[in-house]
């Protein structure tokens, strides 16, 4: 795949590669995401029906609010700590959490012992959480490690996948890595792969020539950084993102621009870049006992998620009740967010499943 660089950070990159050598797909993502000036992260509005995309708490409120229900429920079987800090990653315009705490706000004791904490790095998204949230005095970091140790309540909804992957593919002498280079004109980014074998080859499965797979590095300090706190002061994290069985083992990583796909290397920092999770990695990173990954679907629909779309219709138009039940048929539908999309929960506790990783019926 060849394309011309196009805007400002496409010929920064280039001009890059042209003086220090291809990069890695993992560093061009980064680059193209975080750069601090002109990085999709750091300068577009990516969410809502402008944005490149939309997510799960904007389709609805049922979202937001059944994973506020299940922060209260993890706050109660840990007894009710006080203060807790409730930490989200990447918390995009603020609903999410603006849902989740408003339907928690009859839990006893839980939001006076609540210490909220976003994780962001885009400042107009920041503004638009502090339109939301500034009630609760949210505080803001940069990054997981900055926020200050103590019992954790944690989620992450459709953050893993923003985080950079390196790519590789399987040769007849080896799995290669895939890079960035330029092409002879020296200013057209393209794909290569690297001349030799990778010193990653230890961590990639064995799969016939052809094969293809990714590792995010990021994606797994983040969880073991997650993990050493939940392990050091208790707690329990949720983590909801797409990616299938397979994730890891195939190149997921795709464009889209306006809500169409677009290719990877086009137009950076103006492409929203996201890859499939790896659940796997993220639950070996953090080294604690984790539960699921189970579908969305079914972790909303055991968390009740029907009840609560009843609940909302009795009190709604017909035109809101039509769109009630379009919006959980979204969120569910195997064919639509149900099953691409999945829930782990991580927590420092063995002893029960927490609500939505395992049917009622199967309690035994
Ligand atoms: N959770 C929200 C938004 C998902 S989009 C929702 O469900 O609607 C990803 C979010 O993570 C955005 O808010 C983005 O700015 C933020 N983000 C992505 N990578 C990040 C990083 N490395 N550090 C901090 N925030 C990041």
Redesign the pocket.
């Known amino acids: 795949m060849t394309l011309a660089p196009t805007g400002e950070l496409g010929r920064l990159i280039a001009r890059r590669i042209g003086l220090t050598g291809p990069i890695s797909v993992a560093e061009f993502m980064a680059e193209a995401?975080?750069h601090p000036r002109l990085g999709y992260?750091r300068r577009a509005m990516?969410?809502g029906a402008s944005g490149d995309?939309?997510?799960?708490?904007?389709i609805s409120q049922i979202f937001g609010e059944l994973l506020g229900a299940w922060l209260a429920d993890r706050w109660l079987a840990m007894s009710r700590p006080r203060p807790v800090r409730l930490i989200?990653?990447?918390?995009?315009?603020g609903?999410?959490m603006s849902d989740a705490l408003r339907a928690t706000r009859t839990v006893l004791g839980f939001h006076e012992a609540i210490e909220l904490h976003l994780?962001?790095?885009?400042e107009r998204?920041q503004a638009l959480?502090d339109a939301k949230l500034s009630r609760y005095r949210p505080t803001w970091h940069?990054?997981l490690e900055d926020v200050p140790e103590g019992p954790t309540l944690l989620v992450?909804?459709?953050?893993f996948?923003?985080?950079p992957v390196r790519q590789f593919e399987k040769t007849a002498p080896g799995w290669v890595e895939r890079m960035v280079g330029l092409e002879p004109d020296g200013e057209t980014l393209r794909l290569a792969l690297a001349p030799g074998v990778t010193p990653y080859a230890a961590l990639l499965p064995d799969a016939p020539p052809g094969a293809q797979a990714e590792i995010s590095e990021?994606g797994r300090a983040?969880a073991a950084t997650l993990g050493q706190r939940l392990r050091n002061d208790t707690g329990w994290a949720l983590i909801?993102d797409y990616g299938d069985e397979r994730a890891g083992c195939a190149a997921s990583l795709q464009a889209v621009r306006g809500h169409r796909e677009a290719g990877i290397l086009e137009r950076p920092g103006e492409t929203d870049l996201s890859a499939h999770v790896d659940f796997s990695a993220l639950a070996h990173a953090a080294g604690l006992p984790t539960f699921g990954p189970t579908s969305q679907g079914d972790f909303l629909l055991r968390l009740g998620a029907r009840q609560r779309a009843e609940t909302l219709k009795a009190r709604a138009s017909e035109a809101d009740k039509a769109a009630i039940d379009a919006a959980l048929v979204r969120l569910i539908a195997p064919d639509q967010m149900g099953t691409l999309f999945r829930v782990m929960a991580v927590g420092d506790d063995r002893s029960a499943v927490p609500a939505g990783f395992s049917d009622p019926s199967d309690a035994t």
């Open positions: 995401l975080f992260y990516p969410l995309f939309t997510t799960a708490p904007e989200e990653l990447g918390p995009g315009r609903t999410l994780v962001e790095v885009n998204l959480q940069a990054r992450a909804n459709e953050f996948d923003a985080l990021a983040v909801i």
